[in-house]
């Protein structure tokens, strides 16, 4: 249950910092209004506390956290901005997650 529930809680923290980050894109670049970073401002927030939640050294979470961003990105690149991702998108993304599971799932010894 562990992987699965690390994997769950990572893909809720990759979307809670697209989101706070895309909405200021849409902000600054879209010429929607200001009031976009109220929102963002908070899912930002959730995204650090998301990643507090998990209970190992920081850095590796980090690190880990990295490869299911990536992950995350392709798949916000299709189903929100409309861009269908290429062969090496989905290759990136598969190298990425694997890092993740290495790193994440890795045996350690104990003490």
Do not use: N, Q
């Amino acid at each position: 249950m562990f992987p699965l529930k690390t994997a769950a809680l990572f893909a809720l923290t990759a979307v809670a910092e697209i989101v706070g980050c895309y909405l200021p894109y849409l902000w600054l670049r879209e010429g929607r209004s200001a009031w976009l970073l109220v929102p963002a401002a908070a899912s930002l927030a959730l995204f650090a506390w998301l990643l507090s939640l998990h209970p190992t050294a920081a850095g590796r979470v980090y690190a880990a956290y990295g490869g299911v961003y990536v992950c995350a990105a392709i798949l916000w690149l299709w189903a929100v901005d409309g861009i269908r991702p290429t062969v090496w998108d989905v290759v990136g993304s598969a190298v990425a997650l694997c890092g993740m599971a290495i790193i994440m799932f890795a045996p350690r010894a104990t003490g």
